[in-house]
Structure formats: structure tokens, C-alpha cells
């Protein structure tokens, strides 16, 4: 079983910055990808960036140029600094995990962190 503890969340004004992290824990043999998640009221829960092993990233297109996804692997972390936040990054943020343990493949959602963007 995989556990993640997400953090960083908060309130903050427009075009002000958050930093999240998720810390992955439990029967981990390794973590292939990491990424994080958003679901604003109403709406579904969307990727925002992922982030692979290699280090390979990938970012939907609204937050290019925003939001930056860095790893640390021996703390089995993943981090989210998000730059220039407008009240659309409103949201609470899903850390995820793609793992190989004992049991085989396991996907894994954090519990979520609210961000909020307001002046």
C-alpha cells in the first residue's frame, strides 16, 4: 500500500506563489511517475503535470510558463511551485502516483490541498 502526504497548500493573491509538495510512503519498490492533479468546484479533476523517473516533464498548456514539477527521488517527493496564480488556479490540488510494489502496479491519489487565488 502507498501512501502520499500532500502539503503547501493555502490562500494567496493573485499573481503571488505556492509551493505543494506530496511525499510518497508505504511498500515501495519504485515510483515511475508523479504528477499533480486539480479539480475546481464543479468540475473534473484535470492533470496539470506529471513528472517521470527519467525526470521527463509534461505540463498542460495553462500552466506553461506558471507552474514548474521537480522530484526528489531518494525523498520520493514531488514538488509543484506555482508562479503568477490567477484566481482560476483555484482548486484543490491531487498529488498521484504511478508505483511499483509487491502487489504489482499501484495507482495513488493524496488527499488534495486547497489552493485558493483571491485578492
Known amino acids: 500500500q502507498v501512501q502520499l502526504v500532500e502539503s503547501g497548500g493555502g490562500l494567496v493573491q493573485p499573481g503571488g506563489s505556492l509551493r505543494l509538495s506530496c511525499t510518497a510512503s508505504?511498500?515501495?519498490?519504485?515510483?515511475?511517475?508523479m504528477g499533480w492533479y486539480r479539480q475546481a468546484p464543479g468540475k473534473q479533476r484535470e492533470l496539470v503535470a506529471t513528472?517521470?523517473?527519467?525526470?521527463?516533464?509534461n505540463y498542460v498548456d495553462f500552466v506553461k510558463g506558471r507552474f514548474t514539477i521537480s522530484r526528489d527521488t531518494a525523498k520520493n517527493t514531488v514538488y509543484l511551485q506555482m508562479n503568477s496564480l490567477k484566481p482560476e488556479d483555484t482548486a484543490v490540488y491531487y498529488c498521484n502516483t504511478g508505483t511499483w510494489t509487491p502487489a504489482g502496479q499501484a495507482d495513488s491519489w493524496g488527499q488534495g490541498t486547497q489552493v485558493t487565488v483571491s485578492s
Open positions: 508505504g511498500s515501495i519498490f519504485s515510483i515511475y511517475v
Open positions: 513528472i517521470t523517473s527519467g525526470g521527463r516533464t
